[in-house]
């Protein structure tokens, strides 16, 4: 499976975005699906992840919000209220691993190229 991400770019503090995770090769639906973001001079971290549920880093509860449309084999990251320190490239990638290990990067394969998004304060 390929992943394509897309839909980021510069947005006021406040404001919102969509991210969108398009596969090709495989139905999406029979994916685990996680987003990660990595700053500059940062380690890559966990955002997202969709498996019919949702986890979320506590950094992004609240604000942020997966989903899936299979029709359109895309899993959507909706970004809302979003902050300075939300500025990275954000990167989906697949998994098989268990729900405790989502927020493992390790655990992820078929990485996406990224998508930059940056937040003005």
């Known amino acids: 499976v390929q992943l394509q991400a897309s839909g980021g770019g510069l947005v006021q503090a406040g404001g919102s975005l969509r991210l969108s995770c398009t596969a090709s090769?495989?139905?999406?639906?029979?994916?685990?699906v996680g987003w990660f973001r990595q700053a500059p001079g940062k380690e890559r971290e966990f955002v997202a992840a969709?498996?019919?549920?949702?986890r979320y880093a506590d950094s992004v509860k609240g604000r942020f919000t997966i989903s899936r449309n299979s029709a359109l084999n895309t899993v959507y990251l909706q970004m809302n209220n979003l902050k300075p320190e939300d500025t990275a490239v954000y990167y989906c990638?697949?998994?098989?691993?268990?729900?405790?290990?989502?927020?493992?990067?390790?655990?992820?394969?078929?990485w996406g190229q990224g998508t930059q998004v940056t937040v003005s304060s």
């Open positions: 990638a697949v998994t098989q691993t268990i729900w405790s290990a989502l927020d493992d990067a390790q655990r992820y394969t078929n």
């Open positions: 090769g495989r139905s999406i639906s029979n994916l685990r």
């Open positions: 969709f498996t019919g549920s949702s």
